[in-house]
């Protein structure tokens, strides 16, 4: 079955390379997203959260800079600092 949908040039092109960095073809990309909608009932549409470049919420990421200083260990005024960290005492 064929179907015709309007998208507006920018976000196709965008979900194009989107569904190419997936390995998907972009008929393959629409369709798994289409059936991942049906599978869980709908799609969030509402504004999505902003995430650090950690990929944390600014409230997530604030809660581990002070679980560390109220734990008496090493006070870091970033998680990047905390990363670095943690990834050289390997």
Do not use: C, W
Request: no cysteine; net charge negative; glycine share 6%.
């Amino acid at each position: 079955m064929t179907t015709t949908i309007h998208i507006d040039d920018a976000t196709k092109k965008t979900a194009q390379k989107l569904a190419e960095e997936l390995g998907f073809s972009f008929n393959a990309f629409i369709n798994a997203l289409l059936k991942k909608a049906i599978r869980e009932g709908g799609v969030d549409l509402r504004k999505p959260r902003r995430l650090t470049e950690n990929g944390f919420t600014p409230e997530f990421e604030r809660s581990i800079l002070d679980a560390d200083k109220e734990g008496g260990y090493m006070a870091f005024d970033s998680v990047d600092e905390l990363i670095k960290y943690s990834k050289s005492e390997k």
